[in-house]
């Protein structure tokens, strides 16, 4: 689990194919690997991934297709920075959200604009991931805990201040600019939780989150 809390920004230093899946080799800058061991786990851009190999100033993690499919690792190359984020403790504070590091999908940057000493950016999120967008809510944008601020259909808005915009990525977003996207994860256990024993049934139009009014209504959410 992670917090959404950047620690650093790496550099993708190589992407060696494996069969389909690839090994991806990053050179950290300010990150401390005294802590880190074979096995754990490190966020890039919001994406979980294991460390199989490491030395003072950079690891390697594999990813596999699944990932590479769902997430912006496939337009990443030599070069191209990443926000990292280790694993969170268990004595930690948590200053940001719940991140599980699974990545729900790919959003686009729309609109960049300066207000004061601010950015604020507006983003296209996936149509299927917009009943999850809440104005005030949390949401991660490559691997940052951020605040919704507007929400309109699937684009909503994030406000960065200058500190979060030196220490990530996102300072150099630009309209076009894919983003991995992650829910907040109370948010989708919800969802499921609401389809009750229904859940269960392969065959029900309810597993693929169709819920309706008349559906929260014949169970009991809803007043008649």
């Known amino acids: ?5 950047i620690e650093d920004v790496g550099v993708i230093k190589s992407l060696t194919p494996a069969g389909e899946d690839i090994r991806l080799s990053i050179e950290t800058k300010k990150l401390d690997m005294g802590d880190v061991k074979l096995g754990d786990s490190i966020a890039n851009n919001g994406v979980c991934l294991t460390v199989v190999d490491m030395s003072a100033n950079g690891f390697s993690a594999d990813v596999s297709h699944e990932t590479i499919k769902r997430t912006g690792f496939a337009t990443y190359k030599a070069g191209s920075q990443v926000n990292l984020e280790k694993a969170l403790q268990a004595n930690s504070r948590l200053g940001g959200h719940i991140v599980s590091g699974h990545v729900d999908g790919v959003g686009e940057v729309i609109s960049v604009s300066s207000v004061g000493r601010y950015v604020e950016i507006w983003l296209q999120a996936p149509n299927e991931l917009a009943k999850y967008l809440a104005e005030k809510g949390s949401i991660t944008v490559d691997g940052v805990s951020l605040t919704v601020n507007q929400v309109n259909g699937a684009r909503f808005l994030i406000t960065l201040i200058p ?3 030196q220490e990530t990525i996102i300072g150099g977003y630009q309209v076009g600019t894919k983003v991995n996207l992650e829910v907040d994860v109370i948010a989708r256990y919800l969802e499921r939780l609401i389809l009750g024993d229904s859940a269960a049934d392969s065959s029900s139009q309810h597993d ?8 929260l209504a014949e169970n009991g959410y809803l007043r008649r």
Do not use: C, Q, R
């Not at 693929?208 to 559906?215: E, P, R, V, Y």
């Open 1 to 5: 689990m992670f917090t959404g809390i």
């Open 163 to 165: 500190h979060s915009l």
């Open 208 to 215: 693929k989150h169709d819920i309706s009014m008349a559906f």
